[in-house]
């Protein structure tokens, strides 16, 4: 499957912005989806998960009540809508996908993902 994060750009503090995540090549309702970010000089991290279904999410504590994480698998395309931006949100955000999973359960860890998107990059200015 292919993947195609689009959405970013530079944004102030305090405001919104949507990210998206299309799916190519495969349907993505097989897969658990996930969205994960990288500052300069930091390791990738975790932002928000999706299960196959959409009936089950998890998010990191960093973006609890500020980001949501939803999915349209008749558009093979996945969502995360960020609020209340802060300048340490800036990072390039990548999509991932995990398939060949049996249950509708989420996923954490990079290492447990097996396609990647190229990333979008956000900013937020203060």
């Known amino acids: 499957v292919q993947l195609q994060a689009s959405g970013g750009g530079l944004v102030q503090a305090g405001d919104s912005l949507r990210l998206s995540c299309a799916a190519s090549?495969?349907?993505?309702?097989?897969?658990?989806m996930g969205w994960f970010r990288q500052a300069p000089g930091k390791e990738r991290e975790f932002v928000a998960a999706?299960?196959?279904?959409?009936?089950?999410?998890d998010s990191a504590d960093s973006v609890k009540g500020r980001f949501a994480i939803s999915r349209d698998n008749a558009r093979n395309t996945v969502y995360l809508q960020m609020s209340s931006l802060k300048p340490e949100d800036t990072a390039v955000y990548f999509c991932?996908?995990?398939?060949?999973?049996?249950?509708?359960?989420?996923?954490?860890?990079?290492?447990?993902?097996?396609?990647w998107g190229q990333g979008t990059q956000v900013t937020v200015s203060s």
């Open positions: 090549g495969r349907t993505m309702s097989g897969y658990a």
């Open positions: 991932a996908a995990r398939g060949s999973i049996s249950s509708d359960t989420t996923f954490a860890r990079t290492d447990k993902y097996d396609y």
């Open positions: 999706i299960s196959r279904s959409g009936g089950n999410k």
